[in-house]
């Protein structure tokens, strides 16, 4: 007989992802245990069992879930009637918020993704590319000149998220500078040489030379 569900299931399951994504964020995916895992979790590993069956099965959600997050939140900010570079502005506060209430898991997101296998690896890394093409698009937008270099708008969009997605690096949120404010300082710097017409490239490359992109974390 299969072993009934609390009614407290999904609660403990998130709890587990949340201080699993302290653990790997700290001491790296490979060097983490199961039983790191489980002491971080205030558990057995026999309890931690019942609700991830494996290490790998808790990365692989927790990345799921994070991008699906960044996804769904995207796209809300997409479909707003506003202008584009109010667009971008929304977009990129929604990113830094994101990035800074769920540190751990962005940096898991950008630095353990290569420990998933071939198959959910390509699953993330596909919802990622959706993640850049929402920028891609709005800088088309903002700057319709820039849609007959497709190598350099290219080039823009992730000089964008290496602007932001390591972050993690140096800023903490709990600082004097808020999220929002690290956004709009971030979009002034971004922009200002962006919409600049010396940008512009001035010969678009072939498509041999256009570079492809693997994920955000590059």
């Not at 399951?13 to 699993?20: A, E, V, W």
């Not at 007959?148 to 080039?155: G, I, K, P, S, V």
């Not at 602007?163 to 690096?169: D, G, L, P, Q």
Request: charged share 25%; hydrophobic share 40%; glycine share 4%.
């Amino acid at each position: 007989m299969a072993r009934t569900r609390s009614s407290d299931y999904d609660a403990i399951q998130q709890s587990i992802l949340d201080r699993t994504a302290d653990v790997f964020a700290t001491r790296g995916y490979a060097a983490s245990s199961i039983g790191d895992i489980a002491k971080a979790c205030g558990c057995s590993k026999s309890r931690l069992y019942h609700y991830f069956d494996s290490k790998e099965r808790i990365l692989s959600t927790m990345l799921i879930e994070h991008v699906d997050q960044l996804l769904e939140g995207g796209h809300a900010v997409l479909q707003r009637q506003i202008k584009p570079i109010e667009k971008f502005r929304a977009l990129l506060h929604f990113f830094l918020e994101i990035y800074a209430v769920s540190r751990s898991k962005h940096i898991v997101m950008l630095t353990c993704i290569d420990f998933l296998p071939d198959e959910l690896r390509s699953e993330v890394v596909e919802k990622q590319r959706e993640l850049i093409s929402f920028v891609r698009d709005i800088l088309c937008e903002l700057q319709p000149e820039a849609a007959a270099n497709r190598m350099q708008l290219h080039m823009d969009t992730m000089l964008f998220f290496g602007m932001i997605n390591w972050t993690y690096t140096w800023y903490s949120a709990k600082g004097v500078i808020s999220p929002q404010q690290l956004a709009d300082r971030c979009l002034n710097l971004f922009l200002s040489g962006f919409l600049s017409r010396e940008n512009l490239l001035p010969h678009p490359p072939s498509d041999q030379q256009r570079p492809r992109i693997e994920s955000i974390a590059g």
